[in-house]
């Protein structure tokens, strides 16, 4: 079974910090790029981050740059999400995701929500004082 699975989510104050972890089993995630998405309420997902299959190219959104940091170990199957200086309206529910795209189609696609179809359950981040 071809599964992604969100972990590290949770409660922090304005300020502080959370790393998230994706998980991947069924597949192999060095063949893929992966991305990080998040809803809030009443919005839209949202792209945040993505990593290409290489490994060398990063896509941010302007909203997390210079406090968010995506990066993968193909090793052990699994990427992070870590996010410092959290602020309140970082509230939502976060997603994982990995797509088959190679590294010219990153650059068009990264993050697109529509180019990713693999993807993850959801793990919720509340930051709150």
């Known amino acids: 079974q071809l599964q992604l699975v969100e972990s590290g989510g949770g409660l922090v104050q304005p300020g502080g910090s959370l790393r998230l972890s994706c998980a991947a089993s069924g597949f192999t995630l060095e063949n893929y790029a992966i991305g990080w998405f998040r809803q809030a309420p009443g919005k839209e997902r949202e792209g945040i981050s993505c990593i290409s299959r290489s490994g060398r190219s990063t896509r941010y959104a302007d909203f997390v740059k210079g406090r968010f940091t995506i990066s993968r170990d193909n090793a052990k199957n699994t990427f992070y999400l870590q996010m410092n200086s959290l602020k309140p309206e970082d509230t939502a529910i976060y997603f994982c995701?990995?797509?088959?795209?190679?590294?010219?189609?990153?650059?068009?696609?990264?993050?697109?929500?529509?180019?990713?179809?693999?993807w993850g359950q959801g793990t919720q981040v509340t930051v709150s004082s």
């Open positions: 995701a990995a797509a088959a795209l190679s590294e010219i189609s990153f650059v068009i696609n990264c993050p697109k929500t529509t180019a990713f179809d693999r």
